[in-house]
């Protein structure tokens, strides 16, 4: 079986997403253009964005940076965001996030605006979000695993 490495992009603050198992040899840091993890060789065919909290998620639905990455994204045939936090921390958000009461009374997003946009820039953009909650590691190395297989690579 031919081992791949994964490159974690430089700016991607989640260290505990090293993956040396199976068809994965190592984890190396690099920049990547385009989302936090792809595979050595193959970055114009796989691309995976992690968002870690709900939280992180609801803010950046609403800043330019974000579309524009799912943009790019576009052009990647094996392209995801996997949302390492499911549809109950969603629905409950703001209460979710884990803030104090203070900063949650001022938050204006509301779980109908998440799912909203979500579902928008899966139709614009043709990205496949995963709520993947506390399985985030083993969704993107399914994903990978499936990319990989579906290229006859693996």
């Avoid at 109950?88 to 001022?106: C, H, M, N, V």
Wanted: hydrophobic share 35%; with cysteine.
């Amino acid at each position: 079986m031919t081992n791949f490495t994964v490159i974690r992009d430089q700016q991607e603050k989640s260290n505990y997403w090293d993956f040396n198992k199976g068809f994965l040899s190592n984890t190396v840091e690099a920049h990547l253009k385009t989302g936090d993890y792809t595979l050595d060789g193959l970055e114009n065919i796989i691309c995976i964005e992690r968002k870690g909290k709900v939280g992180e998620f609801a803010q950046n639905i609403y800043q330019k940076r974000f579309p524009k990455c799912l943009e790019r994204m576009k052009d990647i045939k094996y392209s995801c965001v996997i949302l390492e936090f499911d549809m109950f921390d969603i629905q409950t958000y703001p209460e979710s996030a884990g803030l104090p009461w203070k900063i949650r009374k001022k938050i204006r997003v509301k779980p109908h605006d998440i799912i909203r946009r979500m579902t928008e820039f899966q139709v614009l953009y043709g990205t496949n979000f995963i709520l993947a909650g506390s399985y985030g590691r083993e969704y993107a190395r399914r994903f990978m695993k499936s990319a990989l297989e579906m290229e006859g690579i693996l």
